[in-house]
């Protein structure tokens, strides 16, 4: 018996990376996932790699297409227990270089994203008495150089578990968040290049500026994450747990 036997996960941004590392622990541990993601064939490419899963193309910003995004998962799986919001972008900037659009992107898919899955999803658990919402935050959230963007939206993520902890806690429904440090993946790879370093360097940078001596892999968040959505975690919730190794101890 799995923890999630029966259940059903809706993973946003699960294409790849952290996301698509999440989707693939609960559906090892038993639950039937949608994978929701900006474009539907990555969506779909992803979905055919787990046993019970489907892809979702959806625009976490657009209304109608997060209602849409809910409606086809709870058709075509038999309903929806756990929200995962874990849709994001970066448009890092120093603060006297950054646009309007820089700025706009990034609250838009972490902070309004978030807004509108979470409010479509408490419909349906509401009514169940029954739901578990995880938010990704970041230790950015904490202030980090040329991320003024998201920096403020994941302190905001932040916040809105917090509230969303205190709203809904009532209707069985717990909210965390998680904060992750430093992990290895293609968007890390890709800041590695845009700084001139190859990969493999600037994750021994990181680990070595690391309290654990190592970079954080996906699968560390996805630990996490299947604690923080299961029963076990039912007292727990308005919570961000940082796992990042230690990096934000201060």
């Known amino acids: 018996m799995g923890r999630y036997d029966g259940r059903v996960v809706l993973v946003t941004g699960a294409a790849r990376g952290l996301g698509f590392a999440m989707a693939q622990r609960f559906a090892d541990e038993g639950a039937a996932v949608a994978i929701v993601d900006l474009n539907e064939e990555d969506a779909a490419a992803a979905a055919a790699k787990l046993p019970k899963a489907i892809g979702i193309g959806c625009d976490v910003a657009d209304r109608a297409a997060v209602e849409a995004a809910v409606e086809r998962t709870v058709a075509e799986l038999g309903g929806l227990h756990v929200l995962v919001n874990n849709a994001g972008i970066t ?133 996490a994450a299947a604690f923080l959505c299961s029963d076990e975690a039912s007292y727990i919730t308005g919570q961000t747990l940082n796992v990042c190794g230690g990096a934000a101890i201060h």
């Open 91 to 223: 448009r890092d900037n120093l603060l006297f270089k950054m646009t309007d659009t820089d700025w706009d992107l990034v609250m838009n898919v972490h902070l309004k994203g978030a807004f509108l899955m979470a409010q479509t999803a408490q419909k349906i658990f509401t009514a169940q008495r029954y739901g578990k919402i995880l938010n990704l935050s970041s230790i950015s959230a904490y202030g980090n150089r040329g991320q003024a963007n998201y920096s403020a939206a994941k302190a905001g993520v932040q916040g809105f578990t917090k509230t969303l902890g205190k709203e809904l806690g009532k209707f069985g429904i717990n909210v965390n968040a998680i904060a992750p440090g430093f992990i290895v993946t293609e968007m890390t790879e890709a800041t590695a290049r845009r700084l001139g370093m190859e990969p493999e360097e600037f994750f021994k940078l990181n680990a070595d500026h690391n309290p654990v001596g190592r970079v954080g892999q996906p699968e560390d968040i996805a630990a």
